[in-house]
Every structure is written in C-alpha cells, then in structure tokens.
C-alpha cells in the first residue's frame, strides 16, 4: 500500500484525486490540505510514501513547498499549467499529471511510483547512525520503535537500544519503507511489531506505548481500521 497524502488549493482538484483513489487498492490517502503551509507541517511530522502535488498555489508554491523538504517523498505534481513541466524535471519527479486527468492515466502514474517504490526497497533496507564513538549499521526491519528526546533518538531494536543524536523529522526524512506511523509527539513505531492495541496503548515485546489523541485519527487509519 502507497501512504500518500495530497496538496492542492482546488477544492476540485482535490475531489478528482479522492475520487481515483477510491478506485485503486493500492493507495491509502492519508490527508488532502488546501493549504501549502499546513502541508508542509504535516509532511515534516509523518513519513509517507507519495504526494500528488499542485505547483502553482498562493502564498507558497508546490516548488517552494519541495525546496523546504531535506529528503523528499515520491511526488507526482498535479496541476493546469504545461510549462511548469521543466521545473518538475529538477525535483525528479515520477510524473506530471495535467488537469483535468481521467483514471487511466492516474494508474499510469501509480504504476511509476510502484516500480520506483520496488527498485528503492532493494537499496533502502538499512541505515547508518553514530553511537557514541561507533557508526552503527541498522536494518529498517529490526527496528521496534523510536522515542525521542529533544535533539537525541532511541531507537530500539530486537536486539538493543541505540541512542543518537538525531531528530524525528531528520529520521522520517530518511525515506522510511511502509510500516512505520507517528503515534505520539515522542513515538514512532513499527507497525508490524504490534503485538496488541488496548486503551490507547501499543504492546510491543515487553514495551508499552502511547498512542495521543492527536496521532490516533491518523494511526488507525495507517492501520486501516
């Protein structure tokens, strides 16, 4: 499942893009925003895998919202305007999607992102972090779940607890494979170490974690219930 979410100052726009996603099973629409900044906010808090983008919005553009983003998701830029399509080249891309599209070409461009999605998790299974004096060599996979403290991670694995100095939004930038959801301002978890869920609380392993009111809308959908 593609984690995607969409920005467009269209009402319309954003209808078309609810309404192809209803169609496909291979997109879970997390949120639409209307507006670029609120986008951004939300895109610098949660890990997705895809934003359907539009280029020319007031008060901060599709291509200045990219410009403030370290590491970007997929985008496939949705918008009215042809010549905008060079500009799209600079930001890589999957596709350039001109108003008004049907469905057709909609699953087109999905099926770009699924095949860069598959070529990217072959490369994409682990990560590097400094460990006191040690770089140390995670698996994406390993990983149960992250707290955080201020400017410092704890990121625990099966095996043990890493502490690094890094933020959560420097690690969600780091192009998360699908499983991962936001669950509280401190915790991100590795949705399929879930063991159970009861009272707002994650049991993984021995672990119990909170889940806050203003990630659970959120995290349930992630999870699809």
Sequence with gaps: ????????????????????????????????FSNAQEGLIFLK????DLLFLDINMPHLSGLELLA???VKPYVIFTTAYSEFAVDSYIYD???????????????????????RMANAKEQNAYFFIKDGFKTIKIA?????????SGNYLDIVTQIKT????????????KQLPFGFA????????????????EHNQIFIDTHKI??????RELFYKNLGT
């Design 162 to 173: 890493h502490n690094t100095r890094m933020t959560f939004s420097e690690f969600i930038n």
């Design 1 to 32: 499942m593609i984690r995607a979410i969409a920005i467009d100052d269209e009402p319309k726009a954003i209808q078309v893009i609810q309404h192809h996603v209803s169609k496909s099973s291979k997109i879970l629409l997390l949120a639409v």
């Design 182 to 197: 936001r669950v509280h301002q401190s915790y991100l978890v590795h949705s399929s170490k879930i063991e159970k869920i």
């Design 93 to 115: 891309a999957v596709d350039y999607l001109l108003k008004p599209f049907e469905y057709n070409r909609f699953e087109m461009a999905i099926k770009k992102v699924e095949d």
């Design 45 to 48: 808090e949660n890990p997705i």
């Design 68 to 70: 403030e983003l370290h």
């Design 210 to 215: 909170p889940i806050s009111t203003k990630y």
């Design 140 to 148: 994406f996979e390993d990983i149960l779940f992250i707290k955080s």
